[in-house]
T-cell receptor
Framework: GENVGLHLPTLSVQEGDNSIINCAYSNSASDYFIWYKQESGKGPQFIIDIRSNMDKRQGQRVTVLLNKTVKHLSLQIAATQPGDSAVYFCAENSRAAGNKLTFGGGTRVLVKP | KAGVTQTPRYLIKTRGQQVTLSCSPISGHRSVSWYQQTPGQGLQFLFEYFSETQRNKGNFPGRFSGRQFSNSRSEMNVSTLELGDSALYLC???????????FGAGSRLTVL
């Protein structure tokens, strides 16, 4: 995949455990945040998003937390499964910037059976 | 419904050549964005087109250009290829440009 050889932070997690992936952003004007999952040989796939007027949003097995004070975003995956093994990217956007996402560097999640 | 389709999936070019990549967005989506993904720089925004107009542009040299057709299909072109242009080029579409992006699988360009 595209990220082979890149020294991505890696999170190794046991199947069934919960995973927490962290992301710091720098633009105070960002008002929209998204988490994407990218599997080898595929494009990024939308997981969950959150707007800056919220601090928590839940989806199916995933929760995103936003702390605007320290410009920090996290993705929690409950009961991690082998299919969750992938690279996870956070992305930020601001309405003023238009539809122009700024992506973080990514975190590789390896799920051990 | 069909997803975002990018062609070709893989291609090899030599320095100095030019390349054109194609993207067919999800039916009904009017916004198409392009991103470059490399191991060193990660995912970087190239440009966005909406209703045949470039609405936003990233920090890439003028060798990188694009266009959008009336059916929302988009092409991007890179002229005078350099080794550093080797990357996965990703296209993403959205309905109006302010929604969640749906990405294609990408076109992997290798420049020799």
């Amino acid at each position: 995949g595209e990220n082979v050889g890149l020294h991505l932070p890696t999170l190794s997690v046991q199947e069934g455990d919960n995973s927490i992936i962290n992301c710091a952003y720098s633009n105070s004007a960002s008002d929209y945040f998204i988490w994407y999952k990218q599997e080898s040989g595929k494009g990024p796939q939308f997981i969950i998003d959150i707007r800056s007027n919220m601090d928590k949003r839940q989806g199916q097995r995933v929760t995103v937390l936003l702390n605007k004070t320290v410009k920090h975003l996290s993705l929690q995956i409950a009961a991690t499964q082998p299919g969750d093994s992938a690279v996870y990217f956070c992305a930020e956007n601001s309405r003023a910037a238009g539809n122009k996402l700024t992506f973080g560097g990514g975190t590789r999640v390896l799920v051990k059976p | 419904k069909a997803g975002v389709t990018q062609t070709p999936r893989y291609l090899i070019k030599t320095r100095g050549q030019q390349v054109t990549l194609s993207c067919s967005p999800i039916s009904g989506h009017r916004s198409v964005s392009w991103y470059q993904q490399t191991p060193g720089q990660g995912l970087q925004f190239l440009f966005e087109y909406f209703s045949e107009t470039q609405r936003n542009k990233g920090n890439f040299p003028g060798r990188f250009s694009g266009r959008q057709f009336s059916n929302s299909r988009s092409e991007m072109n890179v002229s005078t290829l350099e080794l550093g242009d080797s990357a996965l080029y990703l296209c993403a579409s959205s309905f109006r440009g302010d929604n969640v992006l749906t990405f294609g699988a990408g076109s992997r360009l290798t420049v020799l």
